[in-house]
């Protein structure tokens, strides 16, 4: 072990998504990856994983290191997650100034000018992070603060211009990587909070226990969206050292399932095979999932997939026109996808398939074919989003050509790709928004749903339930079904591996909840009460809901909490400050949260700021099946109204 006082090294796993800290996440291999490679070569690690607890992030951080000195802390990730990596280094910067902050992954590899001037840490490991972690730090623990000598840096000396050393060229021999260090990360509370419901692949137990791992790093391929921090070159682990370490944690940790999360599994088929016929003999089998491409597939290497325990393979279709596929590089076409669809269901494989709008190439013809394409295949439940070009993809490197290169404008656009993705298409602003309004109706009125034979809770949060699929017709009963968010949610069926939404009226503890959500909506389905909307939306999404579910209500304001939309123009409003002041100022007025994956947390500063539940109506509680019968009631009241009037006026009442 290194001199504990000069190599103390802590890693912080930033905070994935609001519900991290209590569901699910996606682990954070490259990090453990990371820290196996400190320890493989001696160093002391200590590890905070934030997605293992709550409150907020500077608070986490100055009670666990409250205690506990570190000369390094190594934090990480995309560049999706720059604002919660600046976070944590402003926090560490106030509790320990003396610590070297050290930054890695795609974050600053893809901008590491923009990222270092605007997370300001002390060095930034760029590219794959193992060899260069350690020489790093060796060479820093040596006093010497000038790496020129370590392949795969960037830091400032004294303020000078920022140093970027030669690039580190890709591990080749990928077994002389330590195991990642799960067991550090503490992949036990991990592995045991996962319930059947938390994604979209956990449902094939009730206890998931999914393990993440790599077999192979790297795609040969350049779709213009993606992009490869660990670099294109393919490179694969010897199948002996996968198995290896498959075993090792099925049995050390009691692993269920495996989540495969190589790039590009099928590159090399006997060796795809070779892994499929070992995962077959191992002691206990285990059920797993995996990213394929279209073009690999065929019905043998899928019968082959299913006979080792593949229950289901994630695509990349990106769209249904041809067009569109080649201006993504993305060397596949629409014949290929569908084939790959009707193959991979007649295996008895589920499908996980993404459609992304927006490309350069897209018009709205091409935009509305794959989207036609989306509707006559409801039960897929293909998702769809939009075409967002991050940081090192090709696609970002025309957006910054196009315009002013300025760090300010590329990290507005890089918020615009994590918020609200940019047109980049060759569409109008109308024939954007024209799109955007049909994806989003599409998804809300897709009405393919299980039928609930039986819910019983178990205990305060977890249900047992029986789910009839509208796929294959058969039930599957499922355990620790864990219900956080109202509003309509999706499972699979564990026979036929298919999609279905499930309503939240499965779960009788929501029922008083939203029996009083639907009071409010009838209310304001009245149009006699002003309504506030917040926050504002994508403007064709609010169109889309707007015309599912608001005709007659009286829209009278908007608020939102992004400081940047305050005082801006959104439907016809100015946007207000979601706050206690702008709040009590309308006590007459109900709340109407529209679609959005943050309705608790709005929900819950709504209630903070003073709202009671009787003034809040929240979509995600409403079924579009229920707006006719809601409206018909009102048509009939008016109706009697109406009636009673007249009768009124000719003297019969
Ligand atoms: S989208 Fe898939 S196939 Fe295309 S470059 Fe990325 S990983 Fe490779």
Same mark, same amino acid.
């Given at each position: 072990m290194k001199d504990p006082l000069h190599a103390n090294i802590l890693i912080i796993v930033p905070r994935y998504g609001q519900y991290a800290e209590t569901g699910y996440y996606e682990f954070p291999l490259g990090l453990a990856y990371v820290s196996a490679a400190l320890k493989k070569d001696g160093y002391a690690v200590d590890v905070i994983n934030l997605n293992h607890h709550g409150g907020p992030v500077s608070e986490v951080l100055t009670q666990s290191l409250k205690d506990r000195s570190h000369g390094y802390f190594l934090t990480g990730g995309l560049s999706a997650h720059y604002r919660s990596i600046k976070e944590i280094i402003d926090s560490v910067r106030d509790i320990d100034p003396a610590g070297k902050v050290i930054v890695g992954g795609g974050v600053v590899t893809a901008s590491p000018h923009i990222m270092y001037d605007y997370l300001k840490p002390d060095y930034m490991v760029l590219g794959e992070g193992e060899i260069t972690i350690v020489e790093l730090i060796r060479t820093l623990d040596n006093g010497c603060y000038d790496c020129r000598g370590v392949n795969g840096v960037g830091y400032r000396i004294n303020g000078g211009p920022l140093v970027l050393t030669e690039p580190r060229g890709p591990i080749? +021999?990928?077994?002389q990587c330590a195991w990642p260090d799960v067991e550090g990360f503490d992949i036990q509370t991990y592995l045991s909070r996962q319930g059947p419901n938390d994604s979209l692949y956990l449902y094939v137990n009730d206890e998931p226990r999914f393990y993440p791992i790599i077999s192979s790093r790297g795609c040969p391929f350049s779709c213009t969206f993606c992009y490869h921090p660990l670099g294109q070159r393919y490179r694969s682990r010897p199948v002996d050292d996968f198995i290896a370490e498959v075993r090792y944690v099925v049995d050390?940790? +009691?692993?269920?399932?495996?989540?495969?999360?190589?790039?590009?599994?099928?590159?090399?088929r006997g060796r795809l095979f070779e892994i499929c016929d070992r995962l077959k003999q191992l002691p206990r089998p285990v059920k797993w999932m995996c990213q394929l491409r279209?073009?690999?597939?065929d019905e043998e290497l899928l019968a082959r997939l299913k006979d080792a325990g593949c229950f289901l393979v994630s695509y990349g279709f990106e769209s249904m026109n041809d067009e569109v596929l080649r201006s993504m590089n993305k060397h596949i076409n629409a014949a290929q996808i569908e084939r790959a669809m009707t193959l991979t269901r007649k295996a008895g494989i589920g499908i996980q398939g993404y459609f992304i709008f927006g490309d350069p190439a897209e018009t709205l013809k091409s935009g509305l074919e794959t989207l036609s394409f989306w509707r006559d295949h409801p039960d897929y439940h293909l998702t769809m989003g939009y075409v967002r070009p991050y940081p090192g993809s090709v696609l970002w490197e025309q957006q910054v050509a196009?315009?002013?290169?300025s760090p300010t404008r590329q990290l507005e656009l890089l918020d615009a790709c994590i918020n609200r993705p940019p047109n980049i298409s060759s569409m109008n602003h109308m024939d954007w928004f024209q799109l955007k309004k049909e994806v989003t109706r599409a998804t809300i009125l897709n009405d393919h749903f299980g039928r609930c034979l039986d819910s019983c809770r178990e205990t305060d949060d977890t249900y047992r339930l029986s789910i009839e699929c509208p796929h294959c017709g058969r039930v599957s009963p499922y355990r620790r079904f864990k219900q956080r968010i109202l509003g309509i949610f999706k499972v699979s069926c564990r026979h036929c591996n298919q999609t279905m939404n499930i309503s939240p009226m499965v779960f009788e503890h929501v029922k008083n909840d939203y029996d009083r959500n639907r009071k409010v909506f009838e209310h304001i389905k009245l149009g006699t009460c002003p309504v506030i909307v917040t926050p504002c939306m994508d403007d064709a999404e609010f169109q889309a809901m707007a015309e599912i579910f608001l005709a007659g209500v009286n829209i009278a304001g908007v608020m939102d909490i992004d400081e940047s939309r305050i005082g801006l123009s959104y439907l016809d409003f100015r946007i207000r400050r979601r706050s206690k002041e702008n709040v009590e100022a309308v006590p007459e007025a109900c709340f109407l949260i529209p679609l959005t994956r943050y309705a608790n947390k709005i929900y819950s500063h709504l209630q903070s700021l003073g709202v009671s539940g009787d003034r809040i109506c929240r979509l995600d509680e409403i079924m579009p099946s229920e707006v006719s019968e809601v409206e018909n009631t009102i048509r009939g009241a008016r109706g009697k109204e109406i009636l009673s009037e007249l009768r009124r006026s000719e003297g019969l009442l």
């Open positions: 080749l +021999d990928l077994e050390k940790y +009691d692993v269920h399932n495996l989540a495969i999360f190589d790039e590009l599994l099928s590159l090399k279209v073009d690999t597939i196009k315009g002013d290169p």
